[in-house]
């Protein structure tokens, strides 16, 4: 059992950055694709960052490509995703997500992975 924690999101201008943190317990955070996804009022949760269990692969939607950075430290079970030049169409409740499965490239297929967070509001005024 994986439990995945996320913090960070809050309300932010149009062109502001947030930083989100995902938090997982266990010993086998290393063992784990890291995903981030998100869902807007009235729409399906989408894709938006991932990367691999080393950490030397990461892919985007091709919308926060180039504006937002995942990353993670597996020292400290954690994965963030930084966004910089927030738009409000970014507005939407965040969520991280463990994939056991992924080797070599993240999928974007939110049935793929095992393990949820609770997510976190991320508002962008304009």
């Known amino acids: 059992q994986v439990q995945l924690v996320e913090s960070g999101g809050g309300l932010v201008q149009a062109g502001g950055s947030l930083r989100l943190s995902c938090v997982a317990s266990?010993?086998?955070?290393?063992?784990?694709?890291m995903g981030w996804f998100r869902q807007a009022p009235g729409k399906e949760r989408e894709f938006v960052a991932g990367?691999?269990?080393?950490?030397?692969?990461?892919d985007y939607a091709d919308s926060v490509k180039g504006r937002f950075t995942v990353s993670r430290d597996n020292a400290k079970n954690t994965v963030y995703l930084q966004m910089n030049s927030l738009k409000p169409e970014d507005t939407a409740v965040y969520y991280c997500?463990?994939?056991?499965?992924?080797?070599?490239?993240?999928?974007?297929?939110?049935?793929?992975?095992?393990?949820w967070g609770q997510g976190t509001q991320v508002t962008v005024s304009p």
């Open positions: 990367i691999i269990r080393s950490g030397l692969s990461t």
């Open positions: 266990g010993r086998t955070f290393g063992s784990y694709a």
């Open positions: 997500a463990a994939d056991s499965t992924a080797l070599v490239r993240v999928t974007a297929t939110p049935s793929t992975y095992d393990y």
